[in-house]
């Protein structure tokens, strides 16, 4: 099982970018998934999460401006960032609680994985 994160990029404030984070491997079902920021010096902080029902909670300083959605399908969760800020810069890593395929002996896993991130850099 891995997620792939992208969608980052370089953008001038008031811009707007797409994150993407995508599931593949031997899945049964994709449960909550977060995104992530983390800044040097900081500890990495939550910005938004959405269950597999479709539920999404967002961070309060968001304002707003943060839209998480699922294509449960396609095993992939989007963030929509708008009017970005410079103090939205950072990396972006998606982590997700995955229940995989059957295994040999009939049971399935459940852990938690994490993407790779990827890097979203506002200019001012």
């Known amino acids: 099982v891995q997620l792939q994160a992208s969608g980052g990029g370089l953008v001038q404030a008031g811009g707007s970018l797409n994150l993407s984070c995508v599931a593949s491997?031997?899945?049964?079902?994709?449960?909550?998934v977060a995104w992530y920021r983390e800044t040097p010096g900081k500890q990495r902080e939550l910005v938004a999460s959405i269950t597999h029902g479709g539920s999404a909670n967002y961070r309060d300083s968001t304002g707003g401006r943060l839209s998480i959605s699922r294509d449960n399908a396609k095993k992939t969760v989007y963030l929509q960032m708008n009017s970005l800020k410079p103090e939205d810069t950072g990396t972006y890593y998606c982590?997700?609680?995955?229940?995989?395929?059957?295994?040999?002996?009939?049971?399935?896993?459940?852990?938690?994985?994490w993407g790779q991130g990827t890097q979203v850099t506002v200019s001012s």
């Open positions: 982590s997700a609680e995955i229940v995989g395929s059957r295994n040999i002996g009939g049971t399935r896993t459940v852990r938690d994985y």
């Open positions: 491997g031997k899945i049964f079902r994709v449960n909550t």
